[in-house]
Structure formats: C-alpha cells, structure tokens
C-alpha cells in the first residue's frame, strides 16, 4: 500500500467534508465496527467508520472501511466521500467517490447508493459502483436492530456483494460473489461506548468461489466476534 498516497487521498476526503453548505448545523461521527473475528482460519480485524457534516436534509459524508488479518499493517482500506440527501425521514439517496488503497494497484470508483429504513427496526442500504476500468459492482446490506433492555440491543446484519462482469484482476466471478451473515449483541457501557460480541458466517458463492477454490483457499468460514463502538 502506498501510505503517501492513503494520507493524501485521507486528506481530500477531509477537505471535501468541510466544504458544507451555509446551512450545516451538525457534525456527527461512529467508529460502527472496531472488532475481532477469531475461530476457523487466521484471525481478522476490521473496521468501519463514517464523519458526516450538514444540515438534516443534506449533508457531506466520508467513510472509512477496511481490515487485515491480524497484524501490524491494514491492508485494505476504503475511503468514500459522499454527498447525501435526505428525501424523507425514510428515505436517502448518496452519491459519490471511493478510492480503495491497498497493496499493489490502487481502484478509484464512482459510488450512487439509496438507504430505506421502513420501519424503526429495519434498514435496507444498497451501493451500485463503477469502477476506473468500467467494471459494475454492488453491495447490498439489510440491517435490524432489536432493543432488549434499555442498553442492550440485538442486531443481525447480512451483506450481500455481486458484480455484472467477470472480474480477472479481482478473481471475482459475475453474479453474486459472496454473503456476509452475522449477528451482534450490543451493550451501551457509558453514553457513546458500545462493546458488543458475536458471530460471522462469511461464504463465497459461484464462480467467485471456484477460483477462490483453485487457488487453495477456502470458500466458507465461521468465526466470533469481539468488538467496541463509538458515537459522537
């Protein structure tokens, strides 16, 4: 990874959140997942983590997401900014860059995304991106949460990842290319500090994971979960 490059485009990314519109009134901020999957296989860290600055109708938004096994370097990180409009209390519509930075060849993508939360307990979140060799992705996420007491809550999330083409560069296959399915249970120990723990099945699914198996990896694997969140 060229960490030059990773603070330069950090620094962008930045700069791009704090060109908000005169009527920003909030700045908000999670690190959502900062966590541990330990069991089959090496174990693995990841994270995910968003900054928004604007008003409750529009808002700038940069992300950031990655992991590695576990180690003293990340491997993989995404960054995003994002523009974001909020159609109603229920409905949102993003728009934007991301640039993925990790070892070996960098990919820059354009991003367009709608979130639908229908009901208090359930969001549906769905990215389409188009990437700088004009290949077409998606990932698509369904997420609950479910309050068992006052700072207890459940929360299963199943991610969902495909592509249109068959990626070489990428050794990802067209159609659905793999499934994340885990559950968490969240416990609020002071205002804005979660720690929570759980389980993740992550599977591999059609000619992604036949290459994945040529290649002598695997094409499944279970693990749990250790981790903590922050909100501000």
């Known amino acids: 990874m060229d960490m030059f490059r990773a603070a330069f485009l950090a620094s962008v990314l930045g700069l791009c959140a704090g060109a908000v ?9 999670e ?3 900062f966590e ?3 069991g089959d296989g090496d174990e693995h860290f990841t994270f995910d ?4 600055v604007g008003s409750d109708t529009d808002r700038f938004e940069v992300r950031a997401s990655g992991g590695s096994d576990v180690g003293p370097l990340i491997d993989n990180v995404q960054l995003e900014a994002l523009y974001v409009h909020n159609v109603s209390d229920k409905f949102t519509l993003l728009a934007g860059y991301r640039q993925d930075v990790r070892e070996g060849e960098d990919l820059s993508h354009g991003s367009l995304a709608a979130v639908l939360a229908p009901v208090d307990w359930l969001e549906l979140e769905h990215f389409f991106y188009l ?19 006052e700072s207890v809550t459940f929360e299963p999330r199943l991610n969902v ?11 990802s296959g067209h159609g659905v290319t793999d499934i994340q399915a885990a ?9 804005h500090v979660e720690v929570y723990a759980g389980a993740i099945h992550e599977r591999l699914l059609g000619k992604t994971r036949a290459i994945a198996v040529a290649n002598g990896d695997r094409g499944s694997i279970n693990r749990a979960i250790v981790g903590l969140a922050l909100r501000f």
């Not at 983590?49 to 928004?52: D, E, G, I």
């Open 183 to 191: 559950v968490r249970v969240r416990k609020t120990v002071v205002q």
């Open 31 to 33: 690190v959502d997942l």
């Open 49 to 52: 983590s968003a900054l928004s």
């Open 131 to 149: 990437s700088e060799r004009g290949d077409l992705t998606g990932s698509g996420q369904v997420l609950g949460s479910f309050p068992l007491s």
């Open 21 to 29: 519109p005169a009527q920003a009134t909030t700045v908000e901020g």
């Open 161 to 171: 990842n495909w592509a249109a083409q068959d990626i070489a560069q990428e050794d």
């Open 36 to 38: 541990l999957h330990v």
